[in-house]
């Protein structure tokens, strides 16, 4: 079961840190204090995050290709208003549940057909993999790589025990329109991931 976000008689302000949206805007709903996140260059990015992050593709398709197995949802919070879908979420390993990411996005519901919408309000399939299957002409371009010291909610999402330094990305997904379909901040997991 997911969590609406708390209601607030009118939307938080616009972001100081516009490649963090929407994530701190999960977290202002929330009264929560944003981790510490810089943003640096797809350079600063070392791997294995490097591989997995600074390129224009999606990332579901990326992850699933990279760990050889099909990933769904978990939807920590989700909201509709009007036309657009947020949801904050972490991304799963089909066969351990293993935690692949954690991030948050805002969909724009109204640029997609309805059998679509459909599969996307239903919060299992991640964006990426409705994309790819749906043959969705699309194309990103990432906004911003991060570098990012986790915070109790991360930690949670992850199995982490205390901050730990991730990285991820601020990204956005066109129609061929150059309609934003996405938008996205995508936080990736130590490597190796911890033990359970």
Known sequence: MTLPLDPSPAPPAPAA???????????ARAGLSLPRIERITGDEVPEPYRTLLVHKNDMTPTLEEFYRCDIHLEVLRSEQRGDFYFREVVLRLN?????VEFGANKISLRLFA??????????????????????????????AYLRVETDALMNRAFGLTGPTLL??????????EERPLSEIVEILPPFPAPEH
């Open 114 to 143: 309805a059998p679509i919408r459909r599969v996307i309000l239903e919060e299992r399939v991640p964006l990426g993999h409705i994309l790819k299957t749906s043959n969705v002409p699309h194309h990103g371009s990432p906004k």
């Open 167 to 176: 990285y991820g990305r601020r990204n956005t997904i066109w129609d061929p």
């Open 95 to 99: 066969d351990s549940e293993r935690p």
């Open 17 to 27: 840190l516009p490649w963090i949206y929407p994530l701190d805007e999960f977290y």
